[in-house]
């Protein structure tokens, strides 16, 4: 029992949520240097594959799912007890100081690092007046006040800057707040790709995804009921700066968003500006262009038709394409090469792209026959294209040559294999639909943090006290009893104020205090003096 009592009190002192907050920091650096299955699986099956060695090692310690580890999630935890652990007890305590009396009269206010007397010489105010006056004044400048009247020193205690510790466990509190939302939100969200090719529509079911990442708690009938429909995408090219020539400065997809209710709105979705639809939002990540191309097999019936999603290489758009085509007859077809959107013959006869707008788009291919694999049940990267049990149909490195298209163009296939058109070219666009319900909490939790540590900086905490003092032939005469003072009487007021913690404001604080002292209890003619 006492090791279990020493193990808690350790795991929720501030030092050890500190060091374990710096800790989750340093385990969430290995999920930006290695890639996580969560984002790109194939891109983790790449690293496997070129590191054979130090790949398997790091995947037993779970360096590609990072932030699902073991490792991640015990420290996340124990962090998530610690400051339960560190707030329950601060607050408790915060509690018991806000329903006490400020802290008793100090026996000698001189010795106060700031205090000073205020000499009455000619005042008609009975000690309880210039105490309940001494008091409305602490009252105004935010302290909250005790009358002492009785006794030998009647006094008035003040503290203020309890808010100074209130904004310390709001600070607490909302990082708590902040852990609980991020996992609540990793519990509950998703998040989808998906290319849209103008013209084609997007519902949000889990059978539209091209990728689709859920929590570990989710649930399909969370999906919030829409569509979108991709009407026409443009890009704004830079023209006029020489050094930044043909670069894209704007993006701007006009989309139709069909909720569930049936009804449609036309939004236009840009780069940093999501469509928010109910509890989802939809980014712009992507584009390129999407060549329209039909085939024809080797019996003259149409294999493939539509547009292929060309993936951008470079700063021009050359886009690569792959098409597999396993409807063909009598043997499968598949196409490998590069969209130019502004082709150009090279000096040495070999056509590129000068400009990343579509003035004159080709497409230069090869063709491969055979069996492209796809029903072995194997997953394969739509982007590549296994030759091995393909025989190459069309090359440069073949007497048939390669396949160059410019859009209207079509090409016969060698050996009666079929044919193939460029038809036309269409612009696509890659979208992210995000739906994390934790998100609102967190900016909550965030902006109270922000106040809590603002107000923990910035609210000082300050003690004051104001004490009656007489000396004379009548000073025992009822002190305290709200009696005139008596015959040959001499009064003053002596107070002092006292920083818990470092307070540069208490010396004007002193000052303004002393101020005001002296213009609502004097009477007549007095003096004062300040250490």
Known sequence: ???????????????????????????????????????????????????????????RFQFFDVYSSVWFS???????????????????KHWEALRSKPARTPARLGRLPHSGTIALEDSTLTTEQILEKSAAVLKKRGYRVDLRPEGNRPSVGAERGYLRESGNLLFHVSLVGILASVALGGMFSYTGQ??????????????????????????????DPFAVTLDN????????????????????A?????????????????????????????????????????????????AFQGPVVAVPQDGVYTSLIVLKVPDAQ????????????????????????????????????NSYYGDLGLDSGNPQNVYVIDTDQMTELNSRNLEAGGITLNAGQSYTL???????????????????VHH??????????????????????????RRAWVVVTSTGASAGNGAGSGTSPGTGEERMIEYGLLARGEDPRLDDESLKLRELLDEAVASGPHSTSEK
């Open 414 to 432: 060698p050996d009666g294999k079929g044919s193939i058109s460029f038809d036309g070219l269409k612009r696509y666009i890659g979208i992210d």
């Open 1 to 59: 029992m006492e090791l279990l009592r020493w193990a808690w009190t350790q795991l929720t002192s501030m030092r050890t949520a500190l060091f374990l907050l710096l800790l989750l920091a340093i385990a969430a650096v290995p999920g930006s240097l290695f890639p996580q299955r969560s984002v790109d699986a194939n891109l983790v099956s790449t690293y496997l594959t070129n590191n054979p060695t130090t790949g398997p090692w790091l995947d």
């Open 330 to 365: 009598p043997d499968q077809l598949g196409f490998t090469g590069f969209l130019l959107p502004t082709a150009v013959m090279g000096s040495d006869g070999v056509s590129f792209s000068a400009d990343p707008s579509a003035v004159n788009p080709q497409i230069s291919l």
């Open 194 to 223: 998906r290319i849209l090719v103008e013209g084609e529509s997007f519902v949000n079911t889990l059978v539209s995804y091209d990728s689709f990442r859920p929590g570990t708690a989710f649930n399909e009938d969370t999906l």
């Open 74 to 92: 015990a420290i996340y935890i124990l962090l998530f007890i610690s400051l339960i652990g560190c707030i329950i007890p601060r607050v408790k």
């Open 436 to 461: 994390d319900p934790g998100k609102v909490a967190v900016a909550i939790f965030a902006a109270l943090a922000l106040i809590g540590l603002a107000t923990s900086l910035f609210v000082p905490r």
């Open 233 to 252: 995408f443009k890009v704004e090219f830079d023209r006029e700066s020489s050094t930044h020539f043909g670069q894209p400065i704007n993006f701007d």
């Open 254 to 302: 006009t989309v139709d968003v069909t909720e569930s209710d049936g009804a449609t709105r036309r939004e236009q979705l840009r780069v940093n500006h999501p469509l928010r639809i109910g509890a989802t939002d939809v980014y712009l990540v992507g584009n390129g262009y999407a060549p329209i191309i039909t085939v024809r097999d080797g019996e003259g019936n149409v």
